[in-house]
């Protein structure tokens, strides 16, 4: 399918949370920030590509002052409206103005079921406001998504996170594994969980199923590193989904910035049309062709495609190699050998740094 | 561990989920927090008269009145796949 469906625009980098497994922990001046303006521009670019599905992100979208016109832009041009957010910000106000604006859906963060962890994790005295947060959407009718992203810390509370989730009334809970991307993977050896752990945790989500059934859907995305072969990254580099940054590049992942070299265009200089179809970031790894053994021959190419770039290029240096994941990878013994590092339990976790840029 | 579909259920959409008209191709398509779903198109007839109150036996009912071919087991099962994808819900009839 020669169009993207999905599109994943990151509004802002500025956010209240310092959590260690961030994928964005980085700034950018909000003078360089999209305007308003551009992002109308830019929204109305993606749908004439066929984009059908917007997620707004960021960093903190909800430090946008002009989100709600944003939100009622996207709609009219007939996207699907999701909101992912750490919940800072959204009051009973804040949730009623974007519900009338026509948002579709609210995927909420939230770092654990426990206050004392979930507040370490994410720097920040928070839980509360997650909670009144999640109070705040499902009283305007919003569906409610909860997202928690899992590590060793939080890896065991899988029960009480799903008890959690269901109290506040969500639809959705998702639980996703750490992905050890940029400066998170100097936190990789305090955050990734034992094999024992993974194997509890499948365990926990079957059981949390089990008890809810179908008032909570519950969704596990699982542990690469504890796979055999890697995550269909992306569906495809450059197939479905697109990513623009704060300050107006257009990248294949949210993750593909710190690929070298890699050619990144940005919606100030060109179409987002000809970005899709032309840009050296898309059409590098887009398709087969750039695949090299054990990939190139491998029946489960058009499976996983080749696993994660990203990971390639950090665990290896070279972005085109097999996911290390995988099984095959002739690079399989780095995750291993990340496996067997087990960090003392207490050892310090570096926090997403947030530069007062204002 | 979801009830077989009974013909008096009245199936409709999911919180959260909605049909659109895929503004490239004018098919039906279901959009949902983390996915897009293409329906052909009898599928989308039966999708658009899921509105909670009318059961499966007069969906059925109301889509063979348009299309000739569409058989009551078929649309039970297009309506099944849809609730086994989380994508529609059913109220008991």
Known sequence: ?358 | MTAALALTDRPQLRRGVRAATDPLTDETVLLFPEGVLILNETAAAVVRQCDGCLSVAEVAQAVGEVYDDVAVADVVSLLQDLITQKLLVTNRG
């Open chain 1, 1 to 358: 399918m020669d169009r993207p469906l999905g599109l994943l625009a990151e509004l802002t980098y500025k956010c209240p949370l310092h959590c260690p497994y961030c994928s964005n922990p980085v700034a950018v001046p909000r003078a360089a920030e999209l305007t308003l303006h551009e992002w109308c521009r830019v929204l109305a670019e993606a749908r004439q590509l066929g984009v059908l599905q917007l997620h707004l992100t960021g960093g903190e979208p909800l430090t946008r002052p002009d989100l709600t016109p944003l939100v009622a832009q996207a709609r009219d041009l007939g996207f699907y409206v999701n909101l992912v957010t750490s919940g800072v910000g959204l009051d009973q106000r804040r949730a009623s103005e974007l519900a009338r604006a026509g948002l579709d859906h609210v995927q909420l963060s939230m770092q654990d079921a426990d206050r004392v962890a979930a507040d370490e994790v994410a720097g920040a005295r928070v839980f509360d406001r997650k909670l009144a947060a999640a109070r705040a959407v499902t009283a305007v009718q919003l569906p409610l998504t909860i997202n928690v992203v899992l590590h060793r810390g939080n890896v065991g509370r899988i029960g009480p996170i799903a008890d959690l989730a269901a109290a506040l009334g969500a639809d959705r809970l998702e639980l996703e594994h750490t992905q050890y991307y940029g400066l998170v993977l100097l936190n990789r050896s305090a955050l990734l969980p034992t094999r024992d752990q993974v194997v509890a945790a499948e365990h926990a989500v079957a059981d949390a199923r089990a008890t809810y059934g179908d008032t909570l859907e519950i969704l596990y995305v699982v542990a690469d590193y504890h796979e055999s072969y890697p995550k269909p990254c992306m569906h495809g580099w450059g197939r479905r989904h697109l990513v623009i940054a704060p300050d107006g590049r257009v990248l294949p992942c949210p993750a593909a910035a710190q690929i070298v070299g890699l050619g990144i265009d940005t919606v100030r200089e060109r179409p987002l049309d000809e970005i899709w179809h032309h840009s050296p970031a898309f059409i590098r790894f887009r398709g087969y062709d750039w695949m090299s053994e054990p990939c190139r021959g491998c029946p489960r190419k058009e499976i996983d495609f080749g696993g994660c770039r990203c990971q390639a290029f950090q665990l290896t240096g070279d972005a085109s190699r097999a996911d290390p994941v995988c099984q095959l990878s002739p690079d399989n013994h780095l995750v291993e050998a990340a496996l067997q590092v087990v960090a003392p339990p207490r050892q310090p976790l570096h926090p997403r740094s947030n530069p007062s840029i204002m």
